[in-house]
């Protein structure tokens, strides 16, 4: 599968953005699917995740309560929409897919988008 983020962008502090992440093929509700992050020179870092129905989910502690992550499968899309956002949320946010295993580790993921860059103002 094929993922495409997009949504990024330059926001104040207590700002919202969502992120999207298009994905190619047919069995898209087939995946569950991550959200990750990664920070200058930081270590990419999980944030969510989703059942391929979308039925259960999963947040970092860093996000909880700020963060949702949704998915639309007719549009074969995931969604995170991040209110309250603050300077440490700054990163480039990836897409994913949960293939298993610990939710927070990188060896959980199949296939990564190419990333959207968020950037929270002071």
């Known amino acids: 599968v094929q993922l495409q983020a997009s949504g990024g962008g330059l926001v104040q502090a207590g700002g919202s953005l969502r992120l999207s992440c298009a994905a190619s093929?047919?069995?898209?509700?087939?995946?569950?699917m991550s959200w990750f992050r990664q920070a200058p020179g930081k270590e990419r870092e999980f944030v969510a995740v989703?059942?391929?129905?979308?039925?259960?989910?999963y947040y970092a502690d860093s996000v909880k309560g700020r963060v949702t992550i949704s998915r639309d499968n007719a549009k074969n899309t995931v969604y995170l929409q991040m209110n309250s956002l603050k300077p440490e949320d700054t990163a480039v946010y990836y897409c994913?897919?949960?293939?298993?295993?610990?939710?927070?580790?990188?060896?959980?993921?199949?296939?990564w988008g190419q990333g959207t860059q968020v950037t929270v103002s002071s």
């Open positions: 994913a897919t949960y293939i298993g295993g610990s939710y927070y580790s990188t060896g959980s993921v199949g296939s």
């Open positions: 093929g047919r069995t898209f509700s087939s995946y569950d």
């Open positions: 989703i059942t391929g129905s979308g039925g259960k989910t």
